[in-house]
Protein backbone atom coordinates (compact mmCIF):
# COMPACT_ATOMS: atom_id res chain seq x y z
CA UNK A 1 0.00 0.00 0.00
CA UNK A 2 1.10 3.28 -1.03
CA UNK A 3 1.77 6.12 2.09
CA UNK A 4 -0.20 9.23 2.74
CA UNK A 5 -4.07 9.24 2.35
CA UNK A 6 -3.99 11.22 -0.63
CA UNK A 7 -2.30 8.28 -2.16
CA UNK A 8 -4.72 5.84 -0.29
CA UNK A 9 -7.60 7.90 -2.06
CA UNK A 10 -6.27 7.02 -5.28
CA UNK A 11 -5.96 3.61 -4.22
CA UNK A 12 -9.09 2.90 -3.35
CA UNK A 13 -10.77 4.99 -6.49
CA UNK A 14 -11.89 7.33 -4.17
CA UNK A 15 -12.58 10.58 -5.04
CA UNK A 16 -14.02 13.26 -2.51
CA UNK A 17 -16.68 15.63 -3.66
CA UNK A 18 -17.01 19.40 -3.82
CA UNK A 19 -17.30 20.48 -0.48
CA UNK A 20 -21.21 21.03 0.69
CA UNK A 21 -22.75 24.49 0.37
CA UNK A 22 -23.81 24.93 4.17
CA UNK A 23 -27.52 24.41 4.63
CA UNK A 24 -27.87 27.47 7.27
CA UNK A 25 -25.59 30.32 8.97
CA UNK A 26 -22.17 28.35 9.40
CA UNK A 27 -18.83 27.00 7.54
CA UNK A 28 -18.16 23.47 6.46
CA UNK A 29 -15.22 23.68 8.64
CA UNK A 30 -12.76 26.02 10.59
CA UNK A 31 -9.12 25.51 11.92
CA UNK A 32 -7.65 26.02 14.91
CA UNK A 33 -4.01 25.68 15.20
CA UNK A 34 -3.19 22.11 14.61
CA UNK A 35 -6.95 21.15 14.44
CA UNK A 36 -9.07 21.21 12.25
CA UNK A 37 -13.23 21.22 13.44
CA UNK A 38 -15.81 19.92 10.73
CA UNK A 39 -19.51 20.91 10.92
CA UNK A 40 -22.03 18.23 10.90
CA UNK A 41 -21.99 16.78 7.05
CA UNK A 42 -25.08 15.24 5.60
CA UNK A 43 -24.74 12.59 3.12
CA UNK A 44 -25.10 14.93 0.12
CA UNK A 45 -24.13 13.40 -3.13
CA UNK A 46 -24.49 15.53 -6.02
CA UNK A 47 -25.88 18.57 -3.90
CA UNK A 48 -29.10 15.84 -2.99
CA UNK A 49 -30.24 13.68 -0.20
CA UNK A 50 -30.12 10.37 -1.64
CA UNK A 51 -32.87 8.96 0.92
CA UNK A 52 -34.38 10.78 3.83
CA UNK A 53 -36.15 9.30 6.85
CA UNK A 54 -35.21 7.19 10.35
CA UNK A 55 -33.01 4.05 10.34
CA UNK A 56 -34.62 1.26 11.86
CA UNK A 57 -36.32 -2.35 11.11
CA UNK A 58 -38.86 -2.47 9.15
CA UNK A 59 -40.97 -1.17 6.03
CA UNK A 60 -40.76 2.37 5.44
CA UNK A 61 -37.33 2.82 7.56
CA UNK A 62 -33.92 3.21 6.25
CA UNK A 63 -31.65 -0.14 6.78
CA UNK A 64 -28.72 0.52 9.05
CA UNK A 65 -26.62 -1.29 6.17
CA UNK A 66 -27.95 1.74 4.00
CA UNK A 67 -27.57 4.24 6.78
CA UNK A 68 -24.02 2.91 7.19
CA UNK A 69 -23.27 4.04 3.17
CA UNK A 70 -24.64 7.33 4.20
CA UNK A 71 -22.35 7.93 6.90
CA UNK A 72 -19.35 6.87 4.95
CA UNK A 73 -20.62 9.47 2.99
CA UNK A 74 -20.91 11.90 5.52
CA UNK A 75 -17.65 11.00 6.21
CA UNK A 76 -16.17 11.67 2.98
CA UNK A 77 -18.16 15.15 3.05
CA UNK A 78 -16.05 15.54 5.87
CA UNK A 79 -12.81 15.14 4.59
CA UNK A 80 -13.68 17.63 1.31
CA UNK A 81 -14.20 19.96 3.92
CA UNK A 82 -11.00 19.42 5.53
CA UNK A 83 -9.06 19.28 2.51
CA UNK A 84 -10.89 22.87 1.44
CA UNK A 85 -8.84 24.37 3.99
CA UNK A 86 -5.22 22.14 4.26
CA UNK A 87 -4.94 21.73 0.85
CA UNK A 88 -4.00 17.88 1.27
CA UNK A 89 -5.59 15.26 3.37
CA UNK A 90 -1.15 14.00 3.98
CA UNK A 91 -0.28 14.75 7.77
CA UNK A 92 -4.11 14.68 8.89
CA UNK A 93 -4.07 12.28 11.87
CA UNK A 94 -8.38 11.83 12.62
CA UNK A 95 -9.24 11.99 16.66
CA UNK A 96 -12.55 12.29 16.73
CA UNK A 97 -16.13 11.28 15.09
CA UNK A 98 -19.19 12.27 15.98
CA UNK A 99 -21.88 10.54 14.19
CA UNK A 100 -25.76 11.47 14.65
CA UNK A 101 -28.56 8.97 13.64
CA UNK A 102 -32.07 9.73 13.10
CA UNK A 103 -33.47 6.50 14.76
CA UNK A 104 -36.94 4.74 15.02
CA UNK A 105 -37.09 4.46 19.00
CA UNK A 106 -36.53 0.84 18.88
CA UNK A 107 -33.80 1.03 17.37
CA UNK A 108 -30.13 0.73 18.81
CA UNK A 109 -27.69 0.20 16.28
CA UNK A 110 -26.45 3.66 15.97
CA UNK A 111 -22.69 2.58 16.53
CA UNK A 112 -22.83 -0.14 13.58
CA UNK A 113 -24.71 2.92 11.67
CA UNK A 114 -21.04 4.99 12.40
CA UNK A 115 -19.25 2.08 11.38
CA UNK A 116 -19.47 3.21 7.69
CA UNK A 117 -17.69 6.26 8.81
CA UNK A 118 -15.31 4.88 11.15
CA UNK A 119 -14.31 1.89 8.27
CA UNK A 120 -13.62 4.22 5.50
CA UNK A 121 -10.99 6.68 7.43
CA UNK A 122 -9.50 3.51 8.26
CA UNK A 123 -9.27 2.59 5.49
CA UNK A 124 -7.62 5.96 4.12
CA UNK A 125 -5.88 6.91 7.05
CA UNK A 126 -4.37 3.86 8.04
CA UNK A 127 -3.42 4.11 11.98
CA UNK A 128 -3.89 8.10 11.99
CA UNK A 129 -7.63 7.36 11.17
CA UNK A 130 -7.80 5.22 14.52
CA UNK A 131 -10.04 7.93 16.50
CA UNK A 132 -12.56 8.20 19.77
CA UNK A 133 -16.52 8.18 18.04
CA UNK A 134 -20.07 8.97 19.75
CA UNK A 135 -22.58 7.44 17.52
CA UNK A 136 -25.86 9.45 19.11
CA UNK A 137 -29.57 8.78 17.90
CA UNK A 138 -31.38 11.20 17.51
CA UNK A 139 -35.45 12.46 16.77
CA UNK A 140 -34.61 13.99 13.65
CA UNK A 141 -31.62 16.02 11.89
CA UNK A 142 -31.31 18.52 9.28
CA UNK A 143 -33.87 18.36 6.05
CA UNK A 144 -34.92 14.40 7.29
CA UNK A 145 -31.00 13.24 7.15
CA UNK A 146 -31.08 9.46 8.45
CA UNK A 147 -26.95 10.75 9.42
CA UNK A 148 -25.01 13.29 9.98
CA UNK A 149 -21.51 13.08 11.06
CA UNK A 150 -19.15 15.75 12.09
CA UNK A 151 -14.71 15.41 12.80
CA UNK A 152 -11.92 16.69 14.67
CA UNK A 153 -8.60 15.89 13.26
CA UNK A 154 -5.10 17.12 14.25
CA UNK A 155 -2.58 18.63 11.50
CA UNK A 156 1.35 17.88 11.44
CA UNK A 157 3.34 20.17 12.59
Known amino acids: ?40 QLPFVAGALPTTGKVGQGEGLVTPDDAAGLARTCALNALAA ?38 VLGEIFGDAGTHARSAV ?10 VEVELIVELAE
Do not use: C, H, W
Not at 89 to 114: E, H, M, N, W, Y
Not at 137 to 146: H, I, Q, R, S
Open 1 to 40: MTSGPEARLAELGITLPEVAAPVAAYQPAVRSGRYVYTAG
Open 82 to 119: VRSLTGSLDGVRIVKVTGFVASDPSFTGQPGVLNGAST
Open 137 to 146: GVAVLPLDAP
